[in-house]
């Protein structure tokens, strides 16, 4: 009840609750006041914003680039067939068309050896071209592919690696004419699959409640369940071949040795109550590392992770940021959606 009512003398007398129940609220607003300007306080603004937005006509989700030989050309895909084309470095991007019918198709991931070139997407989509980029072809797929295309790393000449959302890995040395299989062994369906420099893999399964690895050689993925009760959002491999893992409630954490797996130091929150989640991580340098997550929210490390400095200057950009990508320590993106990606401009001086 919202009163408290007695009797006295006959009459009935009413003393509401009404004051108490606003002072409980103003207590309450207070202190989530008060929580929201601690976890300012915990999370410095960078000195220098390095970062150029842009924005092109699209309403895509971008989800990968890659650059030629020449490193002012370069390709940008993303959800809708989205395909973008930069030819000054990445400073302004043109849209480009594929014949693809009309089937309805996600490109998943992009990669270049010299003017060799590889995406792929989803449903079941492998486009090949040999020439930068000035006219792509389509391989066929063959229907017993275990899953989707979810990524490719162009290896050398002719030679590519191809992984689907089900974990089954292959590799081609004749430019896609052939493919072996590595390992077919599913993980189920994955939330992500990231590959290190020297040929390893990690994955999250798509709900996030644990990761599996695989190392060349191996028949098989090795399951191993995350390191909380908190579900993962996205791993992958650190510049010393360590793992790094992003969970829910904005974690981050890294693996104690690249050979150890299932070895985990602390967890660290790089902003306290942190109501967004963290979506990739990529090292511009072995100690600086960028950290995107939803709600236009960047932050950088200088020393490996330790500590966190927080980019201010790009919180009004109307995008999510889901991947970071650093071509080098001179050129790197960040992409967004509904046409957002950002620049980095070393001009602009690095973020402290």
């Known amino acids: 009840m919202n009163s408290l009512i007695q009797q006295r003398d006959g009459i009935c007398a009413v003393k509401t609750r009404i004051p108490f129940v606003q002072k409980i609220k103003q207590v309450v607003v207070l202190l989530a006041v008060c929580i929201f300007c601690i976890s300012c306080s915990k999370v410095p603004s960078t000195i220098t914003n390095p970062w150029k937005v842009l924005s092109l006509p699209s309403e895509a989700i971008f989800s990968d680039l890659a650059f030629t030989s020449n490193l002012d050309?370069?390709?940008?895909?993303?959800?809708?067939a989205n395909l973008f084309e930069t030819t000054d470095g990445g400073e302004t991007w043109s849209q480009k068309e594929i014949d693809l019918g009309d089937e309805k198709v996600s490109l998943e991931a992009i990669s270049f050896d010299g003017d060799e070139g590889w995406i792929v997407g989803q449903p079941s989509i492998l486009l090949h071209t040999v020439d930068g980029g000035t006219n792509w072809s389509r391989i066929p797929l063959s229907s017993k592919l275990p899953g989707s295309p979810l990524g490719i790393i162009?290896?050398?000449?002719?030679?590519a690696e191809m992984v689907t959302n089900l974990g089954a890995i292959y590799k081609t040395s004749d430019s896609g004419k052939n493919w072996k299989a590595l390992v077919e062994g599913s993980v189920g369906v994955a939330r992500s699959i990231k590959r290190s420099n020297d040929g390893r893999y990690v994955a999250v399964s798509a709900k996030g409640n644990f990761?599996?690895?695989?190392?060349?050689?191996?028949?098989?993925?090795?399951?191993?369940?995350?390191?909380?009760s908190?579900?993962?959002?996205?791993?992958g491999f650190s510049e010393d071949g360590r793992l790094w893992l992003l969970a829910r409630g904005g974690q981050i954490q890294f693996s104690e040795s690249a050979n150890d797996y299932e070895a985990w130091g602390e967890p660290i929150y790089p902003e306290f109550s942190a109501s967004?989640?963290?979506?990739?991580?990529?090292?511009r340098t072995p100690q600086e590392m960028w950290l995107s997550g939803g709600?236009?929210?960047?932050?950088?490390?200088?020393?490996g992770g330790e500590t966190w400095s927080k980019d201010r200057d790009v919180e009004d950009a109307p995008s999510n940021f889901y991947k970071v990508v650093f071509v080098s320590p001179e050129k790197g993106f960040i992409l967004g959606e509904r046409g957002t990606i950002l620049k980095y401009v070393p001009e602009a001086g690095t973020a402290t």
Not at 154 to 159: C, I, N, P, V, Y
Not at 276 to 283: H, I, K, Q, R
Not at 295 to 303: C, E, H, Q, R, W
């Open 73 to 80: 050309r370069g390709w940008l895909v993303g959800t809708q």
């Open 276 to 283: 967004w989640g963290f979506l990739d991580v990529a090292y």
């Open 295 to 303: 709600s236009a929210n960047l932050l950088v490390s200088s020393d």
């Open 230 to 235: 908190r579900r993962l959002q996205n791993m």
């Open 154 to 159: 162009a290896l050398d000449r002719s030679t």
């Open 211 to 228: 990761y599996s690895t695989w190392e060349p050689g191996s028949t098989e993925w090795v399951p191993h369940q995350r390191t909380s």
